[in-house]
Structure formats: structure tokens, C-alpha cells
């Protein structure tokens, strides 16, 4: 069963020069204890995606269409008191930079107390042991001495726990986990991820995992949807997606991992479109080597092709 649905959502930015859309009938779904990775290169609007979810929205962004249903509930509806219990409590976020997402100026473990004061409503001892078991669960040392260190005191992947244990200390059902790696050197990353993943099988926690790093979507996550320019281009199971990628962007993604060993490193031409940028058809088609005459003219509606298999293309439809 589903624990979030996102429904044909579209967004644009109100721009000097107009309003410009930026994200076209975005649609996905999110079950407890599973990890959905959303891919693509940067600026195809994964993260908008995501920041619609808990309405961090810039000011200049504009949800025009579409619904965000959360236990029953949509949250594009609900009122300013009703998000402010649903971030943090339900739904966290696992911000991209550690470096800069805590407080210098107050200790790690009073921003984790207050989180916990807001949305467990606990105080003294009580609050004092569930941050420490917090800190315990995301395997930082010392964590009763570690509360009373400041943010400078800890190291990049450490700061990353830190956040990432807010999010366990309020029970959230969801995790939105954009980029947590990024920052990170690569021991690091291969710890936070075996975190997150403990945190999914142990807990039932469902993740969005945001990312652009092919490696860490095949060993970790459950299924797969590629984004470009503001589209889901395809959705897959992880395994289905890396054995028989069916979207020529995918197949292009896949074919640019260094890991193809055996293989020549394939290049996608072009450069993906800004948002002013007015494409008709399929976006991808000036940067696609199987582009046809339709592609240029008619966006291709997301076709099923197997057991979860989605896929938004002219090409698929010819072949079937």
C-alpha cells in the first residue's frame, strides 16, 4: 500500500520575462519500506519534485495542478498549523549539504532536543534519552558527550547523522533524502547509505532518495524513476531498470557509468534544456540518437510495459 501519492503535478517560476513551467505531470508513489530513486541531471527538477512534497517552495514557484496525498490527506490543502506538524513528525528531510543545515551558534544536541520538544513533546531526562538513543541509532560514538558538541566539532558525514537522527527522533514515515552523499568522500557515503537502509528494513521507513549516483540506486534502491526537463521519462523496478532500460535517456544514463567495464564511455550530446527554453515533442529529442519525426512534434504519454514498468516514449509505442 501506498503511503504517498503524487498526482500529475505541475509547477512553474514566475520569471522577469513570464511565467515558465518547470515541472509537467509529475506522478509517483512511495510504499512503506522502500526505497524510490529519483535520477536525472541537475535541473530536471528532482528536488523541486521533492520540496513540493513538504511545500518548501520558493516564493517564485507556483504548484498550478496536481494533488500530494499523505495518509489520506492532500497536502497541497492543507493549512500552514497542519505542515508545520506534518515536516519533521511525518515526513523529514535529509538536506543535500550537511556542511551548512545545522545551527554553528547552538550544540548539536540542543537543535536535536528542540526538534524532539516540538514534535514528541518530551522535556528533561525523558527528551535527554530519546536524543541519545537517537545518536546510538545512527552509530555516532559518545553520544551522550557528542550532544554537547557544536556543528564544527563534527566532521561532514557526522553532521549527516546528526540530521538523519532528528528525522528517527520524531518517528517520521518518510525520509527525503536529497543528495546525502554529495558533500561526502566515499567511505563516508557507503556508511550513510547502509544507515539509511538499516533505518527502511528495521523501521518500515519509506525513502525518497534524490540523487544522480547510479551506484549507490543499484545497491540500494527498490525502484527507479528517471526525470529530464521537468518529466518522468520512465519508472522501474531497480533491477528491471538496470538489466532492460526501456527510455533512450536511461539507456544513455547507464551507458555513461564508468563501471560499463569492457565498454567504450558513451556521451549524451546537447546539453538539457532551461526552462524558457520551448521544445515541442518529446524534450529529450534534440539530445536522442533514435529521435523520429513524431518526437519532434507530439510529447509521448507514459505507456505500461511490464509488472511496474512505466515508460514515456514514441519509440516503445512503435515497438510494441
Do not use: W
Amino acid at each position: 500500500m501506498n503511503i504517498l501519492n503524487v498526482e500529475n503535478l505541475n509547477l512553474g517560476f514566475e520569471c522577469e520575462n513570464g511565467f515558465f513551467s518547470a515541472l509537467y505531470n509529475v506522478s509517483f508513489s512511495l510504499a512503506k519500506s522502500e526505497m524510490l530513486a529519483l535520477v536525472g541531471e541537475s535541473g530536471c527538477g528532482k528536488s523541486i519534485s521533492a520540496m513540493s512534497i513538504l511545500q518548501l517552495l520558493p516564493k517564485t514557484a507556483q504548484i498550478t495542478s496536481g494533488k500530494i496525498t499523505f495518509d489520506d490527506k492532500n497536502i497541497l490543502e492543507m493549512s500552514p498549523t497542519e505542515l508545520q506538524h506534518l515536516r519533521g513528525a511525518k515526513i523529514a528531510l535529509i538536506p543535500q549539504d550537511p556542511m551548512t543545515s545545522l545551527n554553528p551558534l547552538y550544540t548539536v544536541g540542543d537543535q536535536l532536543l528542540e526538534v524532539i520538544k516540538i514534535h514528541q513533546n518530551l522535556k528533561g531526562k525523558a527528551a535527554i534519552e530519546k536524543a541519545v538513543e537517537a545518536f546510538k541509532s545512527v552509530q555516532i560514538p559518545n553520544p551522550e558527550e557528542r550532544l554537547r558538541a557544536y556543528p564544527h566539532e563534527f566532521s561532514g558525514g557526522m553532521k549527516q547523522r546528526g540530521i538523519i537522527a532528528m528525522a528517527l527522533a520524531c518517528n517520521a514515515e518518510i525520509l527525503i533524502a536529497d543528495e546525502p552523499t554529495t558533500a561526502l568522500d566515499v567511505t563516508i557515503q557507503a556508511q550513510i547509505m547502509d544507515i539509511l537502509e538499516k533505518i527502511k528494513q528495521e523501521r518500515q521507513t519509506a525513502i525518497l532518495l534524490i540523487t544522480h549516483d547510479l551506484a549507490v540506486v543499484k545497491e540500494h534502491a527498490d525502484r527507479v524513476a528517471v526525470m529530464y526537463s521537468g518529466r518522468i521519462v520512465e519508472t522501474a523496478p531497480a533491477n528491471e531498470f538496470f538489466a532492460n532500460p526501456k527510455h533512450p535517456y536511461s539507456l544513455a544514463l547507464l551507458n555513461s557509468l564508468p563501471s560499463n567495464r569492457g565498454k567504450v564511455l558513451e556521451t549524451i550530446q546537447g546539453q538539457p534544456p532551461s526552462i524558457q527554453q520551448k521544445i515541442d515533442g518529446c524534450k529529450f529529442h534534440p539530445r536522442c540518437k533514435f529521435c523520429m519525426e513524431i518526437c519532434k512534434k507530439v510529447a509521448p504519454t507514459s505507456q505500461k510495459i511490464g509488472e511496474n514498468h512505466f515508460v514515456a516514449c514514441h519509440l516503445v509505442n512503435k515497438n510494441s
